[in-house]
């Protein structure tokens, strides 16, 4: 099984548009000793031209272009993303689905119930693209044991409930459903390692525990350094928590949760563009290289 991160900064990417916190100015400016990258999504290949596109964000065009392995050109009109697996309504991590209307045959989207619903209604992207492309809704249970995708053969794909937010536009917003978010637990079926997925992971539930201990490589929620990132630096009076992202530092916090699994691969993935890690010489950075805890960059490749 492959991964590769397409995009591994959190919504508004990094620099993001209209900031200009020390990380985002300094990026810009070159000043400091970081890597731009885009928003949030991963694609995961069995080594055929055909990929599943997990959540498809609004630089997805952006990066397709990076990403020639998504070019296959078997025929004239042709793309290696067989189909988009979307881990909640998030504008990041769906607005890219209008970017792929020009596709010629029905685009495979799976979705808990509740995500279709979101993007039938607050966010109706579903319905916008029913007038181009049209949707092939592929429904994820929430409970559901392993699903497989047939474009996809020999990766199965399990959906963990995560607590984590439904959209600001989703009547779920505090009110929140198993189905709202998930994340997934993702098996090659040949040798049996599995990776776990979760961009947006705001508390350590016990299927979660366990969906870790399963897991030979973790992919998990990087958003936030502080859980009062945003508000000490003066850009929201939202806590990390209220977002749906579990802080990586402090009591309780994901450096926590991953001390037990010293001996996997464990990748932060869906950083803000405040977080110090992005700063390679800082001493959050610094910290988590010591941890042997890593940092998903654009263009990462994770071979399982
Ligand atoms: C989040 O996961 O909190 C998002 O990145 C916010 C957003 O972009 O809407
Ligand atoms: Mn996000
Ligand atoms: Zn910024």
Redesign the pocket.
């Known amino acids: 099984m492959q991964i590769r991160v397409l995009g591994s900064a959190?919504?508004?990417g990094f620099p993001q548009w209209n900031c200009n916190c020390l990380n985002c100015s300094g990026v810009r400016q070159g000043s400091i000793n970081a890597q731009m990258r885009t928003q949030?999504s991963i694609i995961i290949g069995n080594g055929s031209p055909d990929w599943a596109l997990i959540n498809a964000s609004p630089d997805v065009l952006t990066q397709i272009k990076q990403t020639p392995v998504l070019q296959p050109a078997r025929q004239m009109r042709d793309s290696g993303i067989a189909a988009v697996v979307l881990m909640d309504a998030?504008?990041?991590h769906v607005t890219g689905l209008m970017m792929l209307r020009e596709r010629n045959s029905p685009l495979p989207i799976y979705a808990t119930q509740q995500v279709f619903d979101d993007l039938t209604t607050g966010l109706p992207l579903v319905k916008t693209l029913s007038h181009y492309c049209t949707v092939d809704q592929r429904l994820i249970r929430p409970d559901q044991e392993n699903f497989s995708i047939p474009e996809l053969a020999g990766i199965a794909f399990k959906p963990i409930t995560l607590s984590s937010?439904a959209?600001p536009y989703s009547p779920h917003r505090h009110d929140p459903h198993p189905g709202d978010n998930i994340g997934l637990l993702v098996t090659d079926v040949a040798s049996g390692k599995k990776a776990f997925y979760a961009p947006?992971l705001g508390m350590i539930e016990p299927q979660v525990e366990q969906a870790m201990r399963e897991a030979d490589v973790l992919l998990v929620d990087g958003?936030f350094w502080t859980d009062d990132e945003m508000i000490s630096m003066g850009l929201s009076s939202k806590r990390a928590i209220d977002?749906?992202?579990l802080a990586q530092s402090g009591p309780g916090g994901m450096i926590e949760a991953l001390a037990s699994y010293s001996t996997k691969r464990r990748i932060l993935i869906?950083i803000n563009n405040t977080n110090p890690i992005l700063r390679e010489d800082s001493p959050q950075a610094l910290q988590l290289k010591a941890l042997g805890i890593e940092v998903a960059y654009d263009g990462m490749h994770i071979e399982i």
């Open positions: 959190a919504g508004g949030s998030q504008v990041d937010k959209p947006g958003t977002m749906g992202h869906h």
